[in-house]
Protein backbone atom coordinates (compact mmCIF):
# COMPACT_ATOMS: atom_id res chain seq x y z
CA UNK A 1 0.00 0.00 0.00
CA UNK A 2 1.21 3.23 -1.11
CA UNK A 3 1.90 6.12 1.83
CA UNK A 4 -1.01 8.30 -0.12
CA UNK A 5 -3.75 5.54 0.12
CA UNK A 6 -3.11 4.44 3.27
CA UNK A 7 -3.08 8.02 4.62
CA UNK A 8 -6.85 8.11 2.46
CA UNK A 9 -8.00 4.71 4.23
CA UNK A 10 -6.87 6.33 7.37
CA UNK A 11 -8.76 9.58 7.20
CA UNK A 12 -11.93 8.27 5.62
CA UNK A 13 -11.81 5.66 8.39
CA UNK A 14 -11.47 8.08 11.60
CA UNK A 15 -14.48 9.92 9.52
CA UNK A 16 -16.74 7.19 9.73
CA UNK A 17 -15.95 6.53 13.64
CA UNK A 18 -16.00 9.95 14.58
CA UNK A 19 -19.38 10.51 11.93
CA UNK A 20 -21.18 7.41 14.02
CA UNK A 21 -20.24 8.50 17.47
CA UNK A 22 -21.85 11.78 16.71
CA UNK A 23 -25.20 10.75 15.81
CA UNK A 24 -25.61 8.24 17.62
CA UNK A 25 -24.92 11.00 20.97
CA UNK A 26 -27.30 13.21 19.10
CA UNK A 27 -29.90 11.14 17.76
CA UNK A 28 -32.36 11.26 21.09
CA UNK A 29 -35.49 11.10 18.85
CA UNK A 30 -38.43 13.46 18.16
CA UNK A 31 -39.31 14.21 21.51
CA UNK A 32 -36.95 16.56 22.78
CA UNK A 33 -34.43 15.94 25.62
CA UNK A 34 -34.39 13.90 28.53
CA UNK A 35 -36.26 15.18 31.22
CA UNK A 36 -34.94 14.44 35.34
CA UNK A 37 -36.83 12.14 37.59
CA UNK A 38 -39.76 13.28 39.53
CA UNK A 39 -38.51 11.87 42.53
CA UNK A 40 -34.40 11.97 42.47
CA UNK A 41 -32.83 9.30 43.64
CA UNK A 42 -31.40 9.02 47.12
CA UNK A 43 -28.15 11.16 47.77
CA UNK A 44 -27.89 12.19 43.95
CA UNK A 45 -27.36 15.77 42.68
CA UNK A 46 -27.21 18.88 44.11
CA UNK A 47 -30.63 19.98 44.22
CA UNK A 48 -32.45 21.85 41.52
CA UNK A 49 -35.40 21.11 39.02
CA UNK A 50 -39.23 22.83 39.68
CA UNK A 51 -41.14 20.91 42.12
CA UNK A 52 -39.17 18.29 43.06
CA UNK A 53 -39.11 16.86 47.26
CA UNK A 54 -36.66 14.70 49.18
CA UNK A 55 -37.87 13.23 52.27
CA UNK A 56 -36.40 11.50 55.28
CA UNK A 57 -37.79 9.65 57.85
CA UNK A 58 -37.34 11.35 61.49
CA UNK A 59 -37.82 8.26 63.55
CA UNK A 60 -34.75 7.02 62.21
CA UNK A 61 -32.68 10.10 61.07
CA UNK A 62 -31.91 13.64 62.15
CA UNK A 63 -32.89 12.51 65.56
CA UNK A 64 -30.33 15.00 67.31
CA UNK A 65 -29.54 18.48 67.13
CA UNK A 66 -26.46 18.79 64.62
CA UNK A 67 -27.25 15.44 63.28
CA UNK A 68 -27.35 15.77 59.19
CA UNK A 69 -28.26 13.62 56.26
CA UNK A 70 -28.08 13.62 52.59
CA UNK A 71 -31.45 12.43 50.50
CA UNK A 72 -32.70 12.84 47.07
CA UNK A 73 -29.49 15.70 46.38
CA UNK A 74 -30.54 17.62 49.65
CA UNK A 75 -28.71 18.33 52.81
CA UNK A 76 -30.97 18.16 56.06
CA UNK A 77 -29.76 18.88 59.06
CA UNK A 78 -31.31 19.81 62.51
CA UNK A 79 -30.62 23.03 64.18
CA UNK A 80 -32.90 23.09 67.25
CA UNK A 81 -35.14 20.18 69.51
CA UNK A 82 -38.66 19.64 68.52
CA UNK A 83 -40.14 18.39 64.73
CA UNK A 84 -41.35 21.22 63.45
CA UNK A 85 -40.11 22.66 60.33
CA UNK A 86 -38.26 25.86 61.50
CA UNK A 87 -35.71 22.87 63.93
CA UNK A 88 -33.94 21.66 60.39
CA UNK A 89 -32.38 22.97 57.19
CA UNK A 90 -32.45 22.03 53.81
CA UNK A 91 -30.16 23.18 51.11
CA UNK A 92 -28.29 21.20 48.26
CA UNK A 93 -26.34 18.75 48.99
CA UNK A 94 -23.24 20.05 46.41
CA UNK A 95 -21.25 22.90 46.53
CA UNK A 96 -21.78 25.83 44.15
CA UNK A 97 -18.07 26.03 43.13
CA UNK A 98 -17.15 23.01 41.90
CA UNK A 99 -19.47 20.38 43.13
CA UNK A 100 -17.99 19.31 46.42
CA UNK A 101 -19.68 17.45 49.17
CA UNK A 102 -21.36 19.75 52.07
CA UNK A 103 -21.80 18.82 55.29
CA UNK A 104 -23.01 20.37 58.54
CA UNK A 105 -20.97 21.87 61.26
CA UNK A 106 -22.54 21.62 64.18
CA UNK A 107 -19.94 23.20 66.15
CA UNK A 108 -18.84 26.37 64.08
CA UNK A 109 -22.58 26.36 63.15
CA UNK A 110 -21.77 25.81 59.43
CA UNK A 111 -22.42 24.42 56.79
CA UNK A 112 -18.44 23.56 54.58
CA UNK A 113 -17.59 22.20 51.53
CA UNK A 114 -15.27 19.06 51.64
CA UNK A 115 -13.56 19.72 48.54
CA UNK A 116 -11.98 23.22 48.83
CA UNK A 117 -13.52 24.30 52.30
CA UNK A 118 -15.83 27.00 51.36
CA UNK A 119 -17.93 27.98 54.54
CA UNK A 120 -21.97 28.98 54.46
CA UNK A 121 -24.19 30.32 56.90
CA UNK A 122 -27.76 28.61 58.13
CA UNK A 123 -29.24 31.44 55.90
CA UNK A 124 -27.30 29.88 52.98
CA UNK A 125 -24.90 33.01 52.45
CA UNK A 126 -21.43 32.81 51.53
CA UNK A 127 -19.18 32.95 55.12
CA UNK A 128 -15.88 31.86 53.57
CA UNK A 129 -15.28 31.27 49.52
CA UNK A 130 -12.72 28.65 48.16
CA UNK A 131 -9.63 28.20 49.92
CA UNK A 132 -10.06 30.46 52.26
CA UNK A 133 -10.78 33.41 49.67
CA UNK A 134 -13.11 36.01 49.41
CA UNK A 135 -14.41 33.30 47.02
CA UNK A 136 -15.55 32.76 43.39
CA UNK A 137 -18.99 30.66 44.59
CA UNK A 138 -22.38 31.83 45.50
CA UNK A 139 -24.94 31.30 48.16
CA UNK A 140 -26.65 28.18 48.76
CA UNK A 141 -30.25 27.58 47.85
CA UNK A 142 -32.38 26.54 51.21
CA UNK A 143 -35.23 24.85 50.45
CA UNK A 144 -38.08 24.94 51.96
CA UNK A 145 -39.46 22.34 54.83
CA UNK A 146 -42.37 20.67 55.94
CA UNK A 147 -42.75 17.74 58.38
CA UNK A 148 -46.11 15.56 58.52
CA UNK A 149 -46.27 11.66 59.79
CA UNK A 150 -43.26 11.66 60.84
CA UNK A 151 -41.74 12.58 57.82
CA UNK A 152 -39.65 15.72 56.83
CA UNK A 153 -40.02 16.83 53.41
CA UNK A 154 -38.25 19.78 51.37
CA UNK A 155 -39.52 21.52 48.20
CA UNK A 156 -36.73 21.56 45.97
CA UNK A 157 -37.00 24.81 43.28
Not at 122 to 140: D, H, I
Request: a neutral charge; charged letters at 15%.
Amino acid sequence: MERDEFLKSLGLGLALVCTGSCMSGCGKGSDGPEKPPTNPPPGGGGGGGGGNTAVIDLATQLKAIGDYTVAGGVLFYRIAAGDTPASFVATESLCPHQGGNLVWKQAANRVECQLHFSQYSTSGAVLQGPQGSAGNTRALKIYSTAVSGGKLTATIV
